[in-house]
C-alpha cells in the first residue's frame, strides 16, 4: 500500500519592513501603517450615512501605504534588468514574461558561507561545489547560493558581506541549462563595496556586475534577498517563486519556498 505523503514548507523569503540595513539609502521601501481607527475616513467616504459608532468596536479596517522599487525585499530581476538584448541580441523581456514553467523547479543549494566577503566565486568553484554535495544539474534546476550574507541580514554589514557569482560561474550555470538561480545575498554579484575597491585598483569595468550582465547572453531569472537557506538540505527538494506579474518590470516581489514531500509516519 502507497503511504500518503505530507507536505513540508521553508520559507525563503525576508520580511519587508522598515529596516534601515536592507538597502542602500535610496533604495530603502518605507511602510507607512494605518490602523483600524485611522482607517475611518477611508471608509466613511466609501459609505456615505455610516457613523464610526456603528461598526464593531469603531473599527474600520487596517491598511499600509508602501514606497519602494521592484527591487525591494525578495525578488527576482528579469533579463531587462541586465540590458536591453540577450540570447543573440533579441529584446530582454520583462518579468512578467517570465516562463511559468521556470517558477517551480527542483532546488539545488550550493554553500559557499566559507568564501571571504567579496569572493568572486568561479565555475570551477560551483563544479566542486557539486562534486561534494554529489549532484549533477539538471537543466531547469534552481540553483540557490547560501552566502554568509543570510546571517547578517537587517544588520549594518549586510549590504557588505558575502561572496557573488562572477561572469564565469554564471554563464556555466547557464550553459548547463540553469534558468533560475537566487542568493541570500543583496546582490548576485559580489557586493559593491568590494567591486569598487578592485575597479579603483585595476580600473577594469568587465568586473562591474559582472554576473548580472551574463544575461545579455542568455537571459535567466534571478532572485536575491533569499532567507533561511542555511535551513535547507543541498538538494531534496523543489522551490516556487513565482514573480509579481509588473508589466514589462525588470524585476518583480516573489514569495519564494522551499517544499519538501516527506512519507507520512
Known sequence: MIKPRKRRFIDLSVTLENNPYTDPPPLLPKIEYMNHKEGWPEMAAMFPGL?????????????EFITLTTHSGTHMDAPWHYASTTDGGKPAWGIDELP?????RPGVKLDFRDKPD???VTAAEIQAELERIGYQLQPLDIVLVNTAAGAVFGKPEYLDTGCGIGREGTLWLLEQGVRVVGTDAWSWDAPFSHTRRKFEETGDPSIIWEGHKAG?????G?????????TLPPFGFEVACFPYKIKHASAGFVRAVAIFDEPEA
Open 51 to 63: 457613523e464610526q459608532h456603528q461598526m464593531p468596536d469603531g473599527e474600520a479596517w487596517a491598511g
Open 100 to 104: 511559468l514553467d521556470w517558477c517551480l
Open 118 to 120: 567579496g569572493h568572486v
Open 216 to 220: 545579455r547572453d542568455i537571459g535567466y
Open 222 to 230: 534571478q532572485m536575491e534577498k533569499l532567507a533561511n537557506l542555511e
